[in-house]
């Protein structure tokens, strides 16, 4: 999992990863941009882990409250993705299973605009 400690081992640990270098690839040589720890989704922060899956170096993000992993929104189509999330019955059930608090989209997206 990415964290902004250990970010520059995390950058050259993806570096190596097999998604990287096919996505390197299928773009011309361009690197993927993806912001990590990217302002943007700090208003997700509080419910997700961002990363890359540790198998091939594909960007997730992994839901905290069910700790099912999604598409990182730089890699899919963005934040929508997992704000459907939150508010899906999987990710509800689980949460209540775990005993966690209900959270409305609101609370989770705050700093939305
Ligand atoms: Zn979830």
């Not at 690839?25 to 993927?32: A, D, H, I, S, V």
């Not at 941009?33 to 594909?58: F, H, T, V």
């Not at 019955?89 to 209900?102: T, V």
């Amino acid at each position: 999992m990415w964290s902004s400690e250990d970010n520059d081992q995390f950058i050259e640990w993806w570096r190596k990863t097999k998604w990287f270098h096919e996505h390197d690839r299928k773009n011309g040589y361009t690197e993927p941009k993806i912001i990590w720890g990217s302002p943007k989704r700090a208003n997700c922060w509080p419910n997700i882990y961002e990363g890359a899956a540790c198998l091939d170096g594909q960007p997730i993000v992994v839901c905290k409250r069910c700790s099912k992993a999604l598409k990182h929104p730089a890699v899919g189509t963005g934040n929508s993705t997992i704000e459907r999330h939150f508010t899906g019955k999987d990710c509800k059930k689980i949460s209540r299973a775990r005993g966690l608090p209900q959270i409305t989209i609101e609370e989770s997206f705050r700093a939305k605009v």
